[in-house]
């Protein structure tokens, strides 16, 4: 990598640490050449403190080290994005990340849909909408309209009309996270399933 240690005139690049299996960004650091040497050569990732003025390895007092896993270079040649897997909290605050948030994975737009599903389950009479009037109906009403929307994507899947697909796909995918609420589960749940099976 052709990293532009001099850009600040202070030897230094800000390295981006972001947690390789949730790619939640943990914190910030800043690292010279001597502390990228070190981080590549112990797999521990180490850092330049400003404030003490020397290497210091992350978790070197506490044990919460971060496991590098990999780095990436920015398009200046000015910024690391360094993967890692941390063992413990990230932050001498003992959070998560240093930004206070949980490092836990999300599926974007899934993971918001889950938590309005259970909202709806919680907070919401039958009579006040569609997925809290499912769930008053009970799991096997539920199974069931997530065995007639599978059935409606094979369906659609046979004929050539792509916007019908996608939509009964959409109900699909709705009714199954309706289902897995119900039974006390979440997408993460299943994505463990699979990471286990992955060869």
């Not at 947690?19 to 040497?37: F, I, R, W």
């Not at 390895?57 to 993967?83: F, P, R, Y």
């Not at 997925?131 to 004929?159: M, P, R, T």
């Not at 699909?172 to 309706?178: D, P, T």
């Amino acid at each position: 990598m052709n990293i532009d240690f001099n850009k600040n005139n202070d030897g230094l690049v800000p390295a981006i640490i972001q947690d390789a299996s949730t790619k939640k960004v943990l914190m910030l650091g800043y690292m010279n050449a001597e502390a990228l040497e070190k981080t590549k050569a112990t797999k521990l990732v180490t850092f330049y403190s400003r404030t003490k003025k020397r290497l210091w390895t992350k978790g070197e007092e506490s044990g919460n080290v971060l496991n590098l896993v990999d780095i990436k270079l920015d398009c200046d040649n000015d910024t690391l994005l360094v993967s890692v897997l941390p063992k413990g909290p990230t932050c001498h605050k003992g959070t998560d990340t240093c930004w206070g948030e949980p490092n836990e994975e999300s599926y974007g737009f899934i993971s918001h849909l889950q938590d309005v599903i259970k909202d709806r389950r919680l907070n919401f009479a039958p009579t006040e909408s569609y997925v809290s009037s499912l769930f008053a109906k009970g799991i096997n009403k539920i199974a069931q309209k997530v065995g007639e929307e599978a059935v409606e994507v094979v369906i659609e899947a046979k004929d050539s009309d792509d916007n019908l697909f996608l939509n009964e796909s959409a109900d699909l995918l709705f009714h199954y996270l309706i289902l897995l609420e119900a039974k006390g589960f979440q997408v993460k749940d299943v994505v463990e399933i699979l990471k286990g099976r992955e060869k």
